[in-house]
């Protein structure tokens, strides 16, 4: 059974930090790549970070640019968020997917991933 499990979530300050977690179960991890989005109340997923399977490389959106910094552990089967200078807009559901063939520049797309996980609630407050 494939699963991806998000923790690391919860309530934060401000200008605090968090770092999120993805178990990943159920499939050869180290030929996805992962992706983190993030869902508002009453706003769109959207996408907030990706990384490549094997290679390094990694995308993020504007909206984090310079707070974010995904990873994984390829050995552990787990990806990483970690999540700087936290804003009031930053609260959001954040889930992670994986990916097993993606296109060029379809990062952003929910469409482009196979997997989802259940989400980990980031609320930070002002």
């Known amino acids: 059974e494939v699963q991806l499990v998000e923790s690391g979530g919860g309530l934060v300050q401000a200008g605090g930090s968090l770092k999120l977690s993805c178990a990943a179960s159920?499939?050869?991890?180290?030929?996805?790549?992962i992706a983190w989005f993030r869902q508002a109340p009453g706003k769109e997923r959207e996408a907030v970070a990706w990384?490549?399977?094997?290679?390094?490389?990694?995308h993020c959106a504007d909206s984090v640019k310079d707070r974010s910094t995904i990873s994984r552990d390829n050995a552990k089967r787990t990806v990483f968020l970690q999540l700087e200078n936290l804003r009031p807009e930053d609260t959001a559901v954040y889930y992670c997917?994986?990916?097993?063939?993606?296109?060029?520049?379809?990062?952003?797309?929910?469409?482009?991933?196979?997997?989802w996980g259940r989400g980990t609630q980031v609320t930070v407050t002002s």
């Open positions: 997917a994986a990916a097993e063939f993606i296109q060029n520049g379809a990062w952003r797309t929910q469409g482009s991933y196979d997997y």
């Open positions: 159920g499939f050869i991890f180290n030929e996805y790549a």
């Open positions: 990384m490549s399977s094997d290679d390094g490389i990694t």
